[in-house]
DNA sequence: CTGAAAGCGCTTACAG
DNA sequence: CTGAAAGCGCTTACAG
């Protein structure tokens, strides 16, 4: 900028304003400044720039979700850029790999790096740690699930209106015996939509049987195994509900292996690839990605523009697609060993 | 850090050295920087830091890829932040939606955010632009596609050899009419993968037939419709080989559609998910997303740590994974009428 | 080993 | 409208 300055024969502060067009400037010198800055290929230094300006603001923000490359978080990236784009803003995007003392190493990185706020998908048990760089002016929202001892903006899917909805379908289809297979319960989402099945299967006086529930499925290798174990055991479930996508993936592997795709009925939690091309066609209660990505990011800017209203708490809704799979009817039950009395 | 020093009752100078940790401080006066740092919940302003630092480091990268939620370029990211994070190192991610336009808006976004090095998926006609912020120091790697009218290292995929695998093994099961659907062919990889597919043909004595080449389809919608017209055409092909991720989705949708699994073969350039769970398994030729990632990275940070050798072009492997789609024969010609002499 | 001082590249009151 | 000067939060020669 000096070489700009000098090239042009004004003043550091005739450069500035010029490149930042806030000020009025002589249209001659502008025009000088503006040659010297092409001629001499200039680039601001958008740092320094944010270091000494008044707002403090760099135009970037930082995304944590649990895996850039899983397709629901990459979605929800999607739709966070979507909104940082049309404010010329940059995104961070980083994975915490649902690892707690990641996340925080993450934030704080961010955070030391400038960002003018935060969206993250927390995993740790306490976001208490945020509190300091909140003061030091980071605005945060959390996406996917709320934060935990900390007040702040959450954007989430309705996890348990659309676990009920799912097990109801089943249910509707004559289901009694149906399975739950989740990620582990610290995870919001996953305790949420277990809550859910819960509530459905009590809301049709069918009777919890923990048995028929597997947790702490962490990726599709887990599912696919406990999938295969339920469906190997006396009393197998006539129906399953999946989690989440890897989840739903995992557990149709071991349903093809097993030959029982159209004797096993299937619903899962996310919309994922080729779910209608699969046979049968995979039913699935399908969220918003893209959606939660947005409004997070929207809510975010509404805090950076200055809005310091109340915290809110935002709940996309969840969508039941049929398309076969949870459809399927109970099979006739084979020689079902009377397991509990009743 | 001036709150700190002041707190510490030492200088600015013995505050940076003890929290950089790179020249020794009496302990004494470390462990009271310390207790300040602490009672004060000081965060350290990396940006600052990096102005000031000689090697003007900022511990941040940028990467611009098509699309952030397409799962090939997501699981490139993935390894790029896998590379990065054992350094300590952000990562910047935007997508540029084939927009050329966008990717240089985006890099020189990203340059004025002073990130040490960018890994691009170029889609401008030239990357000369580039020049100037190279000049500045900021260090370059492309991935999936070689940079125009700069010399940079680069990281792509076997394209042209995987495509002629793709071809040979159609070839092979006995068939001769072929169709290829590929992307806009001003994209490296979309014009690499027809080329292989013309050698293999070439390579198979089967005359090119450019009514069986549909280019420029850039999604699975229009993937989906070039399959459609494709096979209600008079002399349909009997196999497809398509050349990127939605685009075999497409083409499945379109199969389906017309209830030709069974019948019509396809080889799909790029694994999918569910390949293997769909009926008939999806033959792909794979890539290794997260090895381009990887090895884009490691290229990075190899400049970044002051390697200055010429050039590099890593060209990674593709493997053809036979899964059912692939191995179907050709159909008998129903009634082909002549369209060529022969 | 420590501190006072200069300065990274920029913006912004403050005079003029 | 313009420029000289201070200063954002840091690091780094330079003396001591």
Do not use: K, W
């Amino acid at each position: 900028m000096n070489d700009v300055a000098a090239l042009a024969g004004v003043s550091l502060a005739t450069v500035s304003r010029v490149i930042n067009g806030n000020a009025a400037v002589r249209p001659d010198l502008a025009r000088r400044v503006e040659s010297a800055v092409e001629a001499l290929g200039y680039r601001r230094d958008l740092t320094a720039s944010t270091l000494r300006r008044s707002d403090r603001a760099s135009a970037s923000i930082g995304l944590i979700i649990e895996d850039v490359a899983n397709p629901f978080f990459s979605t929800v990236h999607r739709g966070v850029e979507e909104v940082a784009r049309a404010r010329q803003v940059l995104t961070f995007a980083a994975s915490s790999d649902e690892e707690p003392e990641r996340e925080r190493e993450l934030a704080e990185a961010l955070a030391a790096r400038g960002v003018d706020g935060l969206v993250i998908v927390p995993c740790s048990r306490d976001q208490g740690y945020l509190l300091r760089d909140r003061q030091n002016g980071l605005q945060l929202v959390f996406v996917d699930r709320p934060p935990r001892f900390l007040d702040a903006d959450a954007v989430v899917s309705d996890s348990a209106g659309g676990a009920r909805a799912a097990v109801e379908h089943l249910v509707a289809a004559g289901h009694r015996r149906i399975a739950f297979l989740g990620d582990r319960p610290a995870v919001f989402t996953a305790a949420e939509r277990r809550r859910g099945y819960r509530e459905a299967l009590a809301a049709a006086s069918i009777e919890v049987d923990e048995g028929l529930e597997r947790v702490g499925l962490v990726d599709g290798d887990a599912a696919r195994a406990a999938a295969l174990e339920l469906l190997a055991a006396p009393a197998p479930p006539t129906a399953l509900f999946t989690g989440q996508n890897l989840i739903t993936i995992g557990a149709l592997h071991a349903l093809r292996e097993r030959g029982l795709q159209h004797t096993v009925a299937l619903v899962g939690f996310d919309d994922i690839v080729l779910a209608d091309v699969v046979e049968p066609g995979i039913t699935v209660v399908a969220q918003d990605p893209r959606a939660l990505g947005h409004q997070a990011a929207e809510l975010l800017f509404s805090r950076l523009d200055g809005n310091a209203g109340d915290s809110r708490l935002v709940v996309v809704p969840t969508t039941l697609i049929a398309r076969g799979s949870g459809e399927i009817p109970p099979a006739r039950e084979s020689a079902p060993r009377a397991r509990r009395r009743r």
